[in-house]
């Protein structure tokens, strides 16, 4: 097929500042053009917040931009080089079968990047086709707005078409693309790779933009390259901190699949945990349990310190003073993630204040839900309720002790009880994508051709703090099996 140029009617508004990085960082590449593609799913909210027209999204123009057989005007399609420790090992990596179309500048002054994601082979491909699942790029698409829904910074699904072609994975599956959205593609990985294989200018050069795009204020620091790091340092603990709160798990946590922006990248074997164990894990490559509900804290701090072994040359002239600068800052990890970690989980609690018990109180509510093997995201939506016989602890004397512990900490606030309450709610989902739910949808979807069980499943996402009697239906657990739940990358 003969790339042409889309129109701009569709309000594409492209800049490509990446593009103007050193050559080195990436490969300019065109998309390769699919067979038949077809508009599965559009996020018309999305769209407009973005100035794009959805409608037009949903013309054959539209479908042919989405799934790369038009290059939209203003963009420069590339693919990004990375690099990335996979499962704790170095290795080369980048785009292999994504393209950065360029950065969308939006109504509101933002700048996000827009991204294809199966648009076929890069010079980073190695043995792969570059191509993507259909079902895979759904459950990306339902996922990232689920956090979204949930408040949690990460990625967005613009839309997924089909490419009217069949790619093989373990079985014979139809082909799809996702455009995501992104604050940016820099990645911990990104620096790794510049570090490794790029020049000293490379690298700071990548520093200054990465600095200038998204810690404009570190201007005004004397070492702007430190705080380059402790303010991606203070993001992740963020980041990581609500994960755990909500019960994610991202399921493989490679430095490439961190991104410096503080937004959660790349759903792959990703799973929400149902019955509370810090042990859990789904991904089926994740045999050791190195991703681990309980492990993603101090793995986040481990891809940091990845994070700060490029910026050395940047922090100080001298080797050894740089590496004082960068064990400070890492070390600042565990007490931020901490302390991020525990004010939400008073929240949580209905606490609004602190005292020194608070934590005792927490932990051992989370050790009685490990040891009864209590649902995570129920237990708290059944404190919320004020419903306490509905969780799988009711009954114990322990208990029974710990609630009595739990009303008099409540009771001993200058908040009233409607405001403990009204803060449960705000911080305790009603919902989350519960991993059945997510199969079903994903079934319906790739089986059938029925995307109306993915789209009532989308819209009850949509508020996850509503508490509405829509919500009650996806908020059963599954059916006892023997066999665990396991996640595959979907590659």
Known sequence: MTEIKATSKTGWNFDNSYARLPESLFTRQAPTPVRAPKPIILNDRLAASL????????????????AGNR????????AQAYAGHQFG?????????????????TPRGERVDIQLKGSGRTRYSRRGDGRAALGPMLREYIISEAMNALGIPTTRSLAVVTTGESILRETEQPGAILTRVAASHLRVGTFQYAAAWGSSQDLQALADYTLNRHFPEADAEENRYLALLREVIRRQAALIAKWQLVGFIHGVMNTDNMALSGETIDYGPCAFMDVYDPATVFSSIDIQGRYA????PHIAAWNLARFAETLLPLLHESDAEA???AEAAISDFNELYHRKWL???????????????????IEDLLRM???????????????????PEDTALYGTGEFTKWYELWQARLGRQTEPRSSSHQLMRSSNPAVI????????????????????VMERLLDVLSQPYAYSPEQEDYTTLPEPSSCPYRTFCGT
């Not at 980048?94 to 950065?100: I, K, N």
């Not at 509900?293 to 993603?296: C, L, V, W």
């Not at 995570?376 to 404190?383: G, I, K, V």
């Not at 994508?433 to 109306?452: I, K, M």
């Open 433 to 452: 994508p519960r991993n059945h739910r997510v199969e079903e949808a994903l079934e319906a979807a790739v089986e059938q051709g029925d995307y109306s």
């Open 89 to 105: 090992h170095f290795t080369m990596l980048g785009d292999g079968r994504a393209l950065l179309l360029g950065e969308q500048l």
């Open 51 to 66: 100035g794009i027209n959805a409608q037009a999204l949903q013309t054959e123009e539209g479908a042919a931009v989405l």
């Open 323 to 325: 590496v004082k600068l």
């Open 343 to 361: 004010g939400g989980m008073r929240a949580k609690l209905g606490i609004h204040n602190e005292e020194p018990e608070d934590e005792s109180l």
């Open 369 to 387: 839900m490990q040891k009864e093997r209590a649902d995570y995201t129920n237990t708290f939506r059944a404190l919320t309720l004020d419903k």
């Open 71 to 78: 290059v939209p005007e203003g963009a420069e399609p590339l």
């Open 293 to 296: 509900y309980g492990n993603q």
